[in-house]
């Protein structure tokens, strides 16, 4: 384990465009409503014959504690996290998308389709909850 300055000879990132760039130069937000809000960019490292001093080195050579590092740090817990805040936000983005179309077509009371509308709803609450949970119990 290790840190290495962002701009270190033979540090390369590899990313691919931005759909919230593309939604503002070629079009609107509107013309991109979903990537354009919760565009999330991937990058990969490429360490090229990167140099790291010593001094930057936390952890070398020691295999328990490299493999124990997510669980005793707390890095687990606090991953999946995100992972439970990062689809309730698209999930409260689509149910209030539905809502706002079923308005407009005037079928928000029919029964059926207020049972599907409950059922997005309790997605984006079974999403929801784990992440209020671990952010309350730091």
Do not use: W
Not at 15 to 36: E, H, K, N, V, W
Not at 61 to 85: L, P, Y
């Amino acid at each position: 384990m290790c840190t290495v300055p962002m701009d270190a000879p033979g540090v390369k990132l590899i990313c691919r465009p931005s759909y919230g760039m593309q939604a503002d130069t070629i079009g609107s937000p509107f013309d991109y409503p979903l990537s354009s809000r919760m565009d999330e960019n991937d990058t990969i490292f490429v360490f090229d014959k990167v140099l790291v001093p010593r001094e930057n080195i936390f952890v070398y050579g020691d295999t328990e504690k490299i493999n124990g590092f997510a669980m005793q740090t707390g890095f687990f817990h606090r991953f999946t996290f995100h992972g439970c805040i990062r689809p309730a936000t698209k999930l409260e983005f689509i149910a209030g998308l539905l809502l706002k179309a079923l308005e407009a077509t005037g079928t928000k009371d029919f029964r059926g389709v207020q049972t599907r509308v409950g059922e997005v709803i309790g997605y984006r609450n079974t999403f929801r909850a784990p992440g209020r949970r671990d952010g309350s119990q730091p």
